[in-house]
């Protein structure tokens, strides 16, 4: 069967709160040296820790002035700021100062929705893109862009389509970190959609993965989807919400063999 869907950029294996530059890694350790996928290293950047507020998740949110830090300039990663600006904000100054507060390694941010507003302003993304250049802009479809659109795959890929020269890539993710399992079926269909509707978009798919139930939940996309970017959040931390390094790492490499084998294999 044909694959569909390849991104116009590298496809890459996401882990996403990294909160120390030792965590970050001790995770590239398990990355190939010349991958044909790269390690998105997803930091979360707090609005909360942004207002001189305590974060209503500390462990997964590291303080501002240390993302630049976690961040390397290896050629294995993509470095993201992950960010969900507020209601009301000016989104193309948020965006900028996300990437500023990522540094000089940063190579972009995906836009988690904004809860009322889950469709971002295209004005506000052409001004940040002329400004800042940024490499990659992940869109996060999540659950209440699918209600939205009343959960019909065709309305939501028109809608993203509307972005196609404003983000590099669209992420469909109804779990939005709470580790709620990926529906292979579901998700084939909306990337389906997107992938009729704008080819040009790079596809990431998520939802509860970790190493236990990666071939369960993933299989169903191969070999269709097996371009596909994937990331995990949610399923990879400990009982006191910190990154579970260990936990990382074995979802890294089960991701990397099962997605390596199946290129192989087609």
């Known amino acids: 069967m044909a694959q569909h869907g390849a991104p116009p950029m590298t496809p890459y294996i996401g882990i996403t709160g990294f909160c120390s530059r030792s965590e970050a890694d001790a995770v590239l350790e398990s990355v190939p040296a010349e991958p044909n996928r790269l390690l998105m290293c997803g930091v979360l950047l707090s609005n909360a820790l942004l207002s001189g507020d305590a974060s209503d998740a500390p462990n997964r949110c590291p303080a501002p002035d240390a993302i630049a830090s976690i961040f390397s300039d290896d050629h294995r990663c993509l470095n993201l700021v992950h960010y969900r600006p507020p209601p009301g904000v000016n989104l193309a100054d948020a965006l900028g100062r996300a990437t500023e507060i ?62 196609s020269g404003l983000v590099t890539d669209v992420l469909v993710d109804a779990s939005e970190g709470l580790g709620l399992p990926l529906d292979a079926a579901r998700s084939a269909d909306y990337l389906e959609a997107i992938h009729a509707a704008a080819p040009e978009l790079g596809l990431v798919v998520a ?53 390596e084998l199946d290129n192989q294999q087609n």
């Open 102 to 163: 990522g540094g000089p390694n940063c190579h972009g941010v995906q836009i988690n929705a904004t809860r009322g507003a889950p469709w971002p302003d295209p004005d506000a993304l052409a001004q940040y893109r002329e400004r800042f250049h940024p490499s990659r802009i992940v869109f996060q479809a999540g659950r209440e862009a699918m209600e939205s659109t009343n959960h019909d795959p065709s309305a939501l890929a028109r809608r993203c389509a509307e972005y």
């Open 207 to 259: 939802g509860g993965l970790h190493a236990s139930n990666i071939e369960q939940l993933l299989s169903p996309l191969l070999p269709e989807w097996s371009a596909v970017s994937i990331d995990a959040e949610g399923r990879l931390r400990d009982t006191d919400d910190h990154l579970n390094t260990d936990a990382a790492i074995a979802y890294l490499r089960s991701a990397w063999q099962m997605l």
